[in-house]
């Protein structure tokens, strides 16, 4: 099934060109099924760049999806223009009274901040409470997932020497979990932070489960089976050139970034990058989809109630 985004949105063209199944509303009203309905609240300063990665995960999936696009209302993103935010994003806000089968919530590049110096900290951890009554499945990005871990079990996160920042391999350490189904046992994902979680740390909660690690860069996908959420701290869904466009940005900027690790091919920026991740980000997103349809409400009244 496509995924349903507006028309005008401009992450719309970009999947059409890639071959996305887009559905419009005339014919997603024809359809005798109820859609999913995936919230996105979108932390990253490039917006429309996430927006089309996210809705390209999601629109592989063989379910229908609308995705909603939120927004905090203490926090006025610099780096997209107002009338693009006016336009496509709904303050958080305003759809409380709204419940959602998912939430996907984005890094953000303020992950070397203590958590409870984030400008937006406190806002942040209310849509995080507010989602245990009005959301079904919560999927949490990078900081994203490091902001929930403490959030709900105080978990910290570390100051890694340098960053970590390239493609690496990473182990799956379950193949039978729902999440990591058809998924190979070992997998290339783009990581790019500064910070990093201890597994030691989440070994006093035995529903958190490590599904995915690498002995370069530590833990990366993470399922709590108790609230039903999910934590992936590294980067699947990035396009081919993003690591790229850090890299280029970062070196213009003066600072001191290395080239990003088994990226470009022979470590030389001058050559184009080549993907080997993008088929394990559907897999990965689709298995989550599949595992929302599954256990969520058909009314969608009765989420959070149970």
């Known amino acids: ?26 014919q997603a009203i024809r359809q005798d099924i109820r859609p999913l309905r995936i919230a996105v609240l979108n932390l990253m300063p490039l917006k429309q760049k996430t927006e089309t990665q ?12 609308e995705m909603h696009l939120l927004a905090l209302t203490t926090h006025k993103p610099k780096t997209v223009d107002e009338q693009h935010m006016i336009d496509f994003y709904h303050p958080w806000t305003q759809v409380t009274d709204q419940k959602f089968d998912g939430l996907i919530v984005t890094g ?21 409470d507010w989602s245990r009554s009005n ?58 932070r500064h910070t990093e979680n201890h597994a030691d740390d989440l070994k006093p909660f035995p529903n958190l489960e490590v599904l995915m690690e690498s002995p370069v860069t530590g833990i990366a996908l993470v399922h709590d089976h108790a609230l039903g959420h999910v934590h992936m701290f590294n980067h699947l869904e990035y396009d081919s050139d993003t690591l790229d466009a850090e890299y280029r940005r970062d070196a213009a900027k003066g600072e001191n970034i290395q080239v990003p690790a088994n990226y470009y091919p022979g470590d030389d920026p001058g050559n184009t990058p080549v993907n080997r991740w ?17 256990s969520t409400p058909f009314d969608l009244h009765r989420i959070g109630a149970d």
Request: proline share 7%; charged share 15%.
């Open 135 to 192: 959301v079904h499945g919560l999927f949490n990005l990078c900081w994203g997932a490091q902001a929930a871990l403490h959030h709900f079990y105080g978990i910290p996160k570390y100051q890694l020497p340098k960053k970590a920042f390239g493609v690496f391999e990473h182990r799956v350490l379950n193949t039978a979990s729902e999440l990591c189904r058809g998924l190979n046992d070992t997998l290339n994902i783009p990581v790019s």
């Open 1 to 26: 099934m496509p995924i349903k985004i507006p028309s005008d949105l401009p992450a719309r063209a970009v999947l059409e060109q890639e071959g996305v199944p887009i559905i419009g509303e005339d």
């Open 108 to 128: 953000a590049p303020i992950e070397q901040l203590p958590f409870e110096q984030v400008t937006y900290w406190d806002e942040l951890c209310q849509i995080f």
């Open 278 to 294: 993008r088929a394990y980000a559907h897999i990965l997103f689709g298995n989550w989809i599949n595992m929302i349809y599954q």
């Open 54 to 65: 996210i809705a390209r995960v999601l629109g592989a999936t063989p379910l229908q999806i």
